[in-house]
């Protein structure tokens, strides 16, 4: 089966012969995967997933910063048209945080309501990253759930001179950064990638169960500044707190696949791996990572702030062991 998705503004065409599809996107480096030759190679699972796979050399994002490569992932068009362009605080802008009322605009078609139209059930987990007014809820561009926050978890917030930040469940505050989701800024400890995996497992579960196809984008930001990853993963990377999220983060995407495995629809899933810009080494060198031999990283447009580690994974589809050099 194929899955082809057509995205221009209004011409858009969906053939679904495929049950399931899911991207996995975080802030990471193109020299933070053993495939990409990090070599510490604390990365198996993304190892693994790239040799039964297919592994992107010359992958590029529409942009170096967060909220328009989104936009462009999610619309299929670049920033300069998706609305995701200015640097300042009108209603169109490049990145969204909270004391910006600006987002994405409903004139933009996303890949989930495309998905929507041909039976699919949507979930984001994590980060939106798009707005946070209301018009800007994801749940009002395509996805029926949602389990994540609209911005960063940068930290820590007061009632007044900075406002904290929620995490949503669906159309319902489930509780804020720091309070109720604990984040260390001191140790970097917090358990907020162990909630989203069994929040990925859990949906995936529920529309197996049901025979609902389903589209899941898992947009984690445990490698963002300021970093973080769970207890049994604190201490146990050679590259520090940043090498230690990585690791989860590779664990987790290991989960993933294994459960698709173990409930027979692997073959049916269509899974692509990549991030949202290139390693921030503005918190290197304790909390950034690596974008292998290329200039610059994270809000530039050199080839370490555009150039993204990418792999797609769909067994019996995709030949094992693939490399594609360019693109196209």
């Known amino acids: 089966g194929t899955m082809k998705v057509f995205c221009g ?13 899911g991207v996995f996107l975080l802030q990471m480096g193109w020299g933070d995967l053993g495939a990409f030759g990090e070599p510490s190679k604390e990365t ?24 328009p490569s989104r936009a462009a992932l999610l619309t299929g068009r670049l920033p300069v048209r998706n609305g995701f362009y200015t640097t300042n605080g009108h209603a169109r802008n490049a990145y969204t945080p909270q004391d910006i009322v600006g987002g994405i605009p409903d004139s933009e078609l996303l890949l989930p309501e495309l998905l929507k139209k041909a039976g699919y059930t949507n979930k984001i987990i994590g980060k939106w990253h798009l707005g946070h007014r209301p018009q800007f809820h994801p749940l009002r561009h395509g996805f029926d759930e949602w389990f994540g926050s609209p911005n960063c978890h940068f ?6 001179e900075r406002p904290n930040i929620p995490v949503y469940r669906d159309w319902d505050m489930a509780g804020r950064y720091y309070e109720d989701f604990k984040i260390d800024l001191k140790t970097g400890e917090a358990n907020l990638t162990q909630l ?5 497992l859990d949906f995936i579960s529920k529309q197996q169960a049901s ?7 898992w947009a984690i930001d445990a490698t963002h500044a300021p970093v973080y990853a769970s207890k049994q993963f604190l201490g146990t990377s050679q590259r520090g707190l940043y090498g230690d999220a990585v690791r989860e983060i590779d664990d987790s995407v290991g989960k993933i ?7 027979g629809i692997s073959e049916n899933t269509f899974v692509f791996f990549t991030s949202d810009n290139g390693a921030a080494l503005i918190s290197a060198p304790k909390q950034g990572g690596s974008n292998g031999p290329f200039l ?7 080839e370490g702030g555009m ?20 693109l196209g």
Request: with cysteine.
């Open 196 to 200: 989203y995996l069994q929040e990925a």
């Open 307 to 326: 150039r993204e580690p990418a792999i797609a994974w769909w067994p019996g589809h995709i030949p094992a062991g693939g490399v594609s050099l360019c």
């Open 211 to 217: 025979q609902q196809p389903f589209f899941l984008y």
């Open 296 to 302: 610059c990283g994270k809000q530039t447009t050199f």
């Open 155 to 160: 930290g820590p917030y007061d009632s007044s």
């Open 9 to 21: 503004p209004r011409n858009v065409v969906v053939e679904r012969a495929l049950t399931s599809s």
């Open 44 to 67: 198996p699972n993304l190892d693994q997933m790239a040799a039964e796979g297919m592994l992107f050399l010359d992958f590029y994002t529409a942009s170096p910063l967060c909220s």
């Open 257 to 263: 696949l294994k459960h698709l495995q173990q409930l």
